[in-house]
């Protein structure tokens, strides 16, 4: 069966590459002012790929395009730098100096309003994720916002395994019956874009993983620098970078280590990260496989907190237990704000509804093998408010809103404290877990924390669990449909003033709900 990524795609004309490289830049630590040679903020050609091959090969999910949108496929290439850690503490801090540079090569899926009088000013780069073929998961979360807004959405292809080939964190199989219908819509061949279609991506180079983060960083610049190319001559105010999963474990590193020498993005929006942060060699897979991956996964690093950018951190529910987020908890400052939302899992029926189309089910999860119903919770309408929150937070406004923090028992062999639903205490709430029609759960079925997702128990453990109430529970709780009714649209005016909710999620959560009047009768 094909594999499938469910987590976690240039004109004639290009920019000249910058070789003049600053002496030193500095670092600010507890112990001082330390220098540190800086990159060499090179700005990368930009070029368009020929006709050869097979056609754009789209990072999945491939949500579709927001109306009054174009979509480009681009290569951008240049020198990048890699980095060594002087001193990787845990708070955060870390100093890192410039080592060897290297030739590289990629790709970027470019998608922009077709008339520039509906930009909205601000760029969102996603760093794509690898963990199984490479993905855009924050697209799939975030496509209708972005939209809405006017945002320019830049896919980068990042890491290694994206453009060459190679081992992955996860092999996801798709049943039989639904394979068909994947091929037609959807690429699902995790062995790189040069394996691919080597006609259309031979030509991309890819040093390693730690070269990475100047190569992220190099399209972040290049969206100013070469925005004549890159963005269709459009003009950004703002460029804000987001990740998710294995992605968000990489921007942690790029926070901490690479962006105070070479500071690009005006904003990060960190989504779902586990407690660790990338090595700054880029060996994740040996972090996180290896003999000490637990420790590594409990080693509770957090985002340094003296950084002149806001910092979004935005965790769901199962982030905490299994992938030890828990442990890398980290209060809010001037410039650093987390959400843990409650009812939520690493991944949910959005995300596959976002390849397949249809209804929020939970048991889309059944193509992948799961055998429960998969999470069905508010996590892409939270992701969503919180973009909308750090567009304005990073263009000098107010930050978004605090939020309580989920209830957890424990830290040795922590578990999330629930009501007698099973629905989690604490945390960003919205109707669908304070007015409930199921239990909804980050954690995977029966249970478990780190070591069920390193046992190899397969990606369903990602997917959380919706437990629909019985017509006899719902009747007890609520009375009737109309008054299930009047207190969701109460739930959801109240989480929309308090900044948890945009107006068109809101709406569409009363829509949904609106179609429960039917488990009333």
């Known amino acids: 069966a094909p594999t499938l990524a469910v987590l976690t795609a240039l004109t004639a004309c290009s920019s000249s590459v910058t070789d003049d490289r600053p002496a030193a830049a500095t670092d600010q630590t507890e112990a001082g002012m330390v220098e540190a040679p800086t990159p060499s903020g090179n700005v990368p050609e930009v070029s368009r790929p020929g006709d050869e091959g097979r056609g754009v090969v789209l990072p999945q999910p ?18 990048a730098t890699r980095f060594d850690a002087v001193d990787p503490p845990d708070d955060g801090t870390w100093v890192a100096t410039a080592a060897e540079d290297a030739d590289y090569r990629t790709r970027v899926i470019v998608r922009r309003p ?38 320019v959405y830049v896919g980068v292809s990042a890491q290694a395994q994206g453009v060459e080939g190679g081992d992955t964190l996860l092999a996801v199989e798709v049943a039989d019956d639904a394979a068909e219908e994947l091929d037609a819509e959807a690429n699902v061949d995790g062995s790189g874009l040069k394996n691919i279609d080597p006609e259309r991506y031979g ?5 390693g993983d730690a070269y990475a983060f100047d190569i992220f960083t190099q399209v972040g610049r290049a969206t ?35 962006h105070p020498l070479d500071p690009v993005f005006d904003g990060f929006l960190i989504h779902s990260r586990g407690a660790g942060a990338a090595p700054l060699g880029g060996d994740l897979m040996a972090a ?10 409990r080693r509770g690093v957090t985002i340094r907190t003296d950084l002149e950018v806001p910092v979004f951190i935005l965790e769901v529910e199962g982030d905490l237990v299994l992938l030890g987020y828990v442990h890398a908890r980290q209060p809010d400052t001037e410039r650093i704000r987390t959400w843990e939302v409650a009812g939520t899992a690493h991944a949910d029926a959005h995300v596959l509804r ?3 189309g249809g209804p929020r089910d939970p048991s889309i999860g059944s193509i992948l093998g799961c055998d429960t119903p998969i999470n069905t919770g508010p996590h892409h309408e939270t992701v969503q408010a919180a973009l909308h929150h750090l567009v304005r937070w990073a263009a000098g406004g107010a930050p978004p809103p605090e939020a309580a923090r989920i209830e957890v028992l424990g830290l040795d062999g922590p578990i999330i404290a629930r009501d007698d639903d099973g629905i989690a205490l604490g945390g960003v709430r919205n109707p669908l877990v304070d007015v409930p029609v199921a239990t ?3 954690d995977p079925p029966g249970g478990g924390g780190i070591e069920a997702l390193l046992s190899g128990g397969g990606v369903c453990v990602l997917f959380g669990q919706t437990i629909a109430f019985d017509q006899a529970t719902l009747l007890a709780r609520y009375g009737d449909a109309d008054a299930y009714l009047e207190q969701f649209r109460a739930s959801a005016e109240e989480m929309l003033a308090a900044g948890y909710l ?7 959560l009363i829509a949904a709900a609106e179609e429960n009047r039917s488990l009333f009768e």
């Not at 003009?235 to 280590?257: C, H, K, R, W, Y």
């Open 114 to 151: 077709v008339d520039a009088a509906d930009f909205s000013g601000t760029v969102v780069v996603e760093w794509l994720n690898v963990s199984a073929i490479e993905a855009s998961p924050d697209w799939g979360y975030l496509s209708e916002e972005i939209g809405r807004a006017g945002h």
């Open 62 to 79: 491939a949500a579709p395009l927001p109306d009054g949108y174009v979509e480009e496929e681009l290569f951008l290439g240049g020198t």
């Open 502 to 508: 945009l107006p068109h999620d809101a709406e569409q």
């Open 203 to 207: 030509t991309l180079v890819h040093p």
């Open 288 to 297: 996180r496989t290896g003999e000490d991956a637990e420790a590594f996964m």
């Open 354 to 356: 976002s390849i397949l």
């Open 440 to 442: 909804l759960s980050g």
């Open 224 to 258: 100013t620098a070469s925005n004549d190319v890159l963005l269709g001559g459009l003009e950004p105010d703002q460029v804000l970078a987001i990740g998710e999963s294995q992605s968000a474990m990489f921007l942690s590193t790029l926070v901490n280590a690479v």
